[in-house]
């Protein structure tokens, strides 16, 4: 049976790295940084993997779906370090300063409290982090970051009538 066209352009607008569940494997780093002092180090460093590989598909995700070609190299780039700074470096890092200060205040890790307490506040701080990190990286990439990563694939693959890579996809967007 074939979906309604309503249903079908619901479905096509719909990006799974952003819009399901998919969306928390780019947290499983943090989930790995908070259970650090608890877990083996293989484990901690499965979490990265997990991480990096959602950060590659999503990256691999934006340059298929670019309907223009000479834009997808930069749109899979723009999608590729957002998601690598929101959702690995940036929070990896907050969560592991988290754990570590978490770490210094508690009890000694002889205790109960002392053993559990720096993994639980890592765990409880990353519902507290995600947004104001994503607007941090949106402002960074729409203000400074992007706008370089568009200069220089305009850069290395000009546009025959000059137009910027910008331009380019609002005037593509008229098109839709």
Known sequence: ????????????????????LLRYAGYANEVGESLKPLVHNSIYLASYAISIAYVVGDARDKFLRE??????????????????????????????RIVYIADRLTPPPTTMSGRYAPTLIGLSCIPLIIQPIDRAVDFAMENAIGPAIDQGFLWIFPKSNGQSSETLKKDNSKKD
Not at 73 to 94: E, K, R
């Open 1 to 20: 049976m074939t979906p309604a066209p309503e249903e079908a352009k619901k479905d096509a607008s719909i990006d799974i790295y952003r819009d399901t």
């Open 67 to 96: 309907p223009d070609r000479q834009l997808a190299p930069a749109a899979g780039t723009n999608a590729f370090i957002w998601q690598a700074l929101a959702s690995v470096i940036i929070p990896g890092f907050v969560i592991n």
